[in-house]
């Protein structure tokens, strides 16, 4: 909970300013996504929560990722024919996919998708101006994030 470096309280307070530390562990264990040993340590069980058995989550990470979809298409819309101030955005589309096959889809989606967004959640961390600690040059960090979906025509 306390280090003289980094702590989980500092952590907490930056990622999650309108929950206490206390708050947020307690939700984390509760989701065992970390667990706390007897010195007292907290240790990481998973990299990535897997929200949907908790309503009140699925509701929130629905809209943020809701949001982050329409700013990213609002953006390209926005910045017109030059495609280098465009933000990444690709479908790949199918009109005639056997439907019989989605379930070997969504196999293959949570491999490869989950597989390339921890090589993006590696990718970030690597480069977050947290680790940076050259502080002397002045900076503006942002909030990114990357997403993976699958989404089925029921017409």
């Not at 058995?53 to 609002?74: G, Q, W």
């Not at 996919?97 to 070997?104: E, H, K, L, S």
């Amino acid at each position: 909970m306390r280090s003289k470096r980094q702590s989980f309280r500092s952590l907490a307070n930056k990622a999650v300013p309108n929950m206490t530390a206390i708050q947020l562990l307690s939700e984390l264990k509760r989701l065992k996504a970390v667990r706390v040993d007897a010195n007292g340590l907290i240790h990481i069980r998973q990299r990535s929560l897997r929200i949907y058995k908790d309503k009140r989550h699925r509701v929130i990470h629905t809209l943020n990722s809701l949001r982050a979809f329409i700013n990213t298409l609002r953006h390209n819309l926005q910045t017109g024919p030059d495609k280098s101030k465009q933000l990444f955005h690709r479908v790949a589309w199918s009109s005639d996919f056997d439907a019989t096959r989605i379930p070997d889809l969504k196999k293959w989606l949570s491999r490869y998708g989950q597989s390339l967004l921890e090589a993006a959640d590696s990718w970030m961390l690597k480069n977050s101006m947290k680790l940076d600690r050259d502080f002397k040059k002045a900076r503006s960090s942002t909030g990114v994030s990357i997403g993976v979906y699958l989404s089925i025509s029921t017409e």
